[in-house]
């Protein structure tokens, strides 16, 4: 869990004054029969149906995460069995061996926890014990706590027991990891899978412990409670212990975001801003910013995974249910920034959190590790991975290069062991660098056809005179042109897929032409923020469309193998092209 416990100063005091001593809510409301178990089902459904119709297993297996029920389980239906008015589904807890076993004063149900009691000789003496019949109850009920945390020896004693099993004894044995569990045990036992909690189960639980406490609790520090316990009802439980420990029986949203450790969605989306609107230099003081807040980088970059998660969320689905902390607004600003980015992009930096998360487990240095993936990020539509480029290198060979698609040339570097041709072609960029089904071409937030309007608007808040200047062109078009690849010293290409957009004036508005491209920078920096992509201005006049033209031939003929190697080798440029009848009647 990411709340920080250093952070609690001993303010219980004044609370705990006021009324009887304080009994921690996980024993106070620990459920008394299976009606009162939070979550669960289908398991308590099936347990009360066995109890009811007498089908009683020899051995039980409860596996799931901490704090989900799994000992609350085995108690009440060690109650079942033995309750007076018994066995049945509904124990009275009233009964002496009701009361017993809830005091846990009863030999006859012995709980062992499997972390404190892992050798053989505690086995052998737990097999010892059960040579005798039960004292006083109906059953004997052997419940072993964490039981993979027994030894190997211990295991193959108690698989001994399980295979001549002594008459009226009952083992159930809980764990938190399964697959720890040896399968020659797992296969004796009737095996009961405890769910998470759910967010909805969670809340509804602390909002009726809160009534009946007198706690005062809002909605939303409900909310918050629930997301950090995890699923857990125990660890719901005792946050909201340690939240009443810290604030008395008024439980501020404040005081719990201080407890809990919960990040601001404001702070969130400052990262994913940075990310998404590709500003690396911004990463090195946010992250400052968070270590002086004191967070600790390594459950920050949780929560940053859980944020792309959620912008990935909004960015796919169109009516994201309410989850963890997804409020209205929240969706609403999430979509927003969502918006920024395609969903692939998202889910790719979604997947390297992921692994970068994963990876700063184990780093001793989290916070430069934190920043050098959260500035990895920021490249990252400009990076790709090798193995993707290969693979696309791979399909290019086979499937020979059309004339319709722009075409770019592989680097001079990565052409000569395999004997390719240096001017072979492959597949526009899109097609590369995103693994999932390919995006729409190449632009972010924009459409080609969009591109112009979109510069246009983004000009409007930086300079209202270019935009209304750049509206009055009569045509635009945009054009894909070579890619650009570039090795760096990370042994990454880096792509770059530039277009040019192309607009077109009336014959008559030579003056805004030129007052246009004066400002070609300008407009070349918003088209770019506007779509994500590198890009080139082109203006024109009809009477310039000859030129136009002639720059076409230049395009069209650098795709020419010829002529691309001549132009790499001699670092030259296309000034003018002519066409070569003798060629024309060859090809
Ligand atoms: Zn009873």
Redesign the pocket.
């Given at each position: 869990m990411s709340f920080a416990k250093n952070r609690l100063p001993a303010r219980r005091a004044e609370f705990t004054s006021m009324t009887e001593p304080y009994e921690i809510i996980a024993r106070k409301y620990r459920p008394m029969i299976f009606e009162e178990m939070v979550g669960q089902k289908t398991v308590v459904q099936t347990l009360r149906n066995a109890v009811a119709h007498g089908r009683i297993a020899q051995a039980y297996l409860f596996s799931g995460m901490r704090g989900v029920g799994k000992t609350s389980a085995a108690r009440i239906l060690a109650?079942a069995l033995n309750?007076?008015?018994?066995p049945t589904a509904t124990?009275?807890?009233?009964?002496e061996?009701?009361r017993a076993i809830n005091e846990d004063r009863l030999t006859d149900v012995l709980e062992i926890d499997g972390a404190s009691n892992t050798g053989v000789d505690d086995v052998r003496q737990l097999r010892e014990g059960l040579r005798y019949k039960s004292l006083q109850a109906r059953y004997k009920v052997i419940i072993i706590d964490e039981v993979h945390m027994l030894s190997k020896a211990a295991f193959n004693a108690l698989l001994k027991t399980l295979e001549e099993p002594p008459a009226k004894t009952v083992f159930i044995f809980a764990t938190t990891e399964f697959n720890k569990v040896p399968a020659t045990i797992v296969s004796r036992c009737q095996h009961f899978e405890f769910k998470k909690i759910s967010y909805r189960d969670l809340i509804n639980h602390l909002v009726v412990i809160a009534k009946k406490e007198d706690i005062s609790l809002s909605d939303e520090g409900a909310a918050m409670i629930a997301e950090a316990a995890e699923g857990s009802l125990r660890d719901a439980q005792s946050l909201l212990d340690q939240a009443v420990a810290f604030s008395g029986a008024e439980v501020k949203d404040a005081d719990l975001k201080e407890i809990l450790g919960v990040v601001s969605r404001e702070l969130l989306l400052e990262f994913s801003g940075a990310v998404l609107g590709r500003r690396p230099q911004d990463i090195f003081p946010l992250v400052e910013k968070i270590i002086e807040l004191g967070y600790e980088p390594r459950s920050f970059a949780k929560k940053l995974v859980r944020h792309f998660r959620d912008l990935l969320l909004v960015r796919t689905v169109d009516a994201p249910g309410e989850g963890p902390s997804l409020s209205p607004d929240d969706i609403s600003r999430l979509r927003e920034e969502a918006g920024k980015a395609s969903p692939e992009e998202l889910l790719r930096c979604l997947i390297a959190l992921q692994n970068g998360e994963a990876v700063m487990r184990y780093s001793s240095h989290p916070q430069i590790h934190l920043e050098s993936l959260l500035i990895k990020l920021c490249h990252f539509k400009d990076l790709v991975p090798l193995s993707e480029l290969l693979r696309d290198i791979e399909g290019a060979k086979a499937a020979p290069a059309s004339a319709a698609g722009p075409a770019f040339r592989a680097p001079a570097a990565s052409s000569s062991p395999s004997g390719r041709p240096p001017g072979a072609t492959l597949r526009p960029q899109e097609r590369i660098s995103a693994s999932p089904p390919a995006p729409d071409p190449s632009v972010r937030t924009t459409s080609p056809q969009d591109l112009l309007p979109a510069t246009i608007e983004r000009l409007r808040a930086q300079k209202s005179s270019l935009a209304a200047l750049l509206a009055k062109a009569e045509s635009a078009a945009v054009k894909s042109e070579p890619l650009d690849i570039k090795f760096s010293t990370d042994k990454r290409f880096s792509v770059q897929s530039p277009v040019t957009l192309e607009v077109v004036f009336g014959a008559d508005m030579r003056h805004t032409v030129e007052a246009v491209q004066a400002e070609a920078r300008q407009i070349e920096k918003a088209a770019a923020e506007a779509s994500g992509l590198r890009v080139r201005l082109k203006v024109v006049l009809p009477e310039n469309h000859a030129s136009a033209a002639r720059q076409g031939d230049a395009d069209l003929a650098l795709k020419d193998a010829g002529v691309r190697k001549f132009v790499d080798t001699f670092k030259a440029q296309v000034l003018s092209v002519e066409k070569t009848k003798d060629r024309r009647k060859d090809g």
């Amino acid at each position: 869990m990411s709340f920080a416990k250093n952070r609690l100063p001993a303010r219980r005091a004044e609370f705990t004054s006021m009324t009887e001593p304080y009994e921690i809510i996980a024993r106070k409301y620990r459920p008394m029969i299976f009606e009162e178990m939070v979550g669960q089902k289908t398991v308590v459904q099936t347990l009360r149906n066995a109890v009811a119709h007498g089908r009683i297993a020899q051995a039980y297996l409860f596996s799931g995460m901490r704090g989900v029920g799994k000992t609350s389980a085995a108690r009440i239906l060690a109650k079942a069995l033995n309750c007076q008015s018994g066995p049945t589904a509904t124990p009275c807890n009233q009964c002496e061996f009701c009361r017993a076993i809830n005091e846990d004063r009863l030999t006859d149900v012995l709980e062992i926890d499997g972390a404190s009691n892992t050798g053989v000789d505690d086995v052998r003496q737990l097999r010892e014990g059960l040579r005798y019949k039960s004292l006083q109850a109906r059953y004997k009920v052997i419940i072993i706590d964490e039981v993979h945390m027994l030894s190997k020896a211990a295991f193959n004693a108690l698989l001994k027991t399980l295979e001549e099993p002594p008459a009226k004894t009952v083992f159930i044995f809980a764990t938190t990891e399964f697959n720890k569990v040896p399968a020659t045990i797992v296969s004796r036992c009737q095996h009961f899978e405890f769910k998470k909690i759910s967010y909805r189960d969670l809340i509804n639980h602390l909002v009726v412990i809160a009534k009946k406490e007198d706690i005062s609790l809002s909605d939303e520090g409900a909310a918050m409670i629930a997301e950090a316990a995890e699923g857990s009802l125990r660890d719901a439980q005792s946050l909201l212990d340690q939240a009443v420990a810290f604030s008395g029986a008024e439980v501020k949203d404040a005081d719990l975001k201080e407890i809990l450790g919960v990040v601001s969605r404001e702070l969130l989306l400052e990262f994913s801003g940075a990310v998404l609107g590709r500003r690396p230099q911004d990463i090195f003081p946010l992250v400052e910013k968070i270590i002086e807040l004191g967070y600790e980088p390594r459950s920050f970059a949780k929560k940053l995974v859980r944020h792309f998660r959620d912008l990935l969320l909004v960015r796919t689905v169109d009516a994201p249910g309410e989850g963890p902390s997804l409020s209205p607004d929240d969706i609403s600003r999430l979509r927003e920034e969502a918006g920024k980015a395609s969903p692939e992009e998202l889910l790719r930096c979604l997947i390297a959190l992921q692994n970068g998360e994963a990876v700063m487990r184990y780093s001793s240095h989290p916070q430069i590790h934190l920043e050098s993936l959260l500035i990895k990020l920021c490249h990252f539509k400009d990076l790709v991975p090798l193995s993707e480029l290969l693979r696309d290198i791979e399909g290019a060979k086979a499937a020979p290069a059309s004339a319709a698609g722009p075409a770019f040339r592989a680097p001079a570097a990565s052409s000569s062991p395999s004997g390719r041709p240096p001017g072979a072609t492959l597949r526009p960029q899109e097609r590369i660098s995103a693994s999932p089904p390919a995006p729409d071409p190449s632009v972010r937030t924009t459409s080609p056809q969009d591109l112009l309007p979109a510069t246009i608007e983004r000009l409007r808040a930086q300079k209202s005179s270019l935009a209304a200047l750049l509206a009055k062109a009569e045509s635009a078009a945009v054009k894909s042109e070579p890619l650009d690849i570039k090795f760096s010293t990370d042994k990454r290409f880096s792509v770059q897929s530039p277009v040019t957009l192309e607009v077109v004036f009336g014959a008559d508005m030579r003056h805004t032409v030129e007052a246009v491209q004066a400002e070609a920078r300008q407009i070349e920096k918003a088209a770019a923020e506007a779509s994500g992509l590198r890009v080139r201005l082109k203006v024109v006049l009809p009477e310039n469309h000859a030129s136009a033209a002639r720059q076409g031939d230049a395009d069209l003929a650098l795709k020419d193998a010829g002529v691309r190697k001549f132009v790499d080798t001699f670092k030259a440029q296309v000034l003018s092209v002519e066409k070569t009848k003798d060629r024309r009647k060859d090809g």
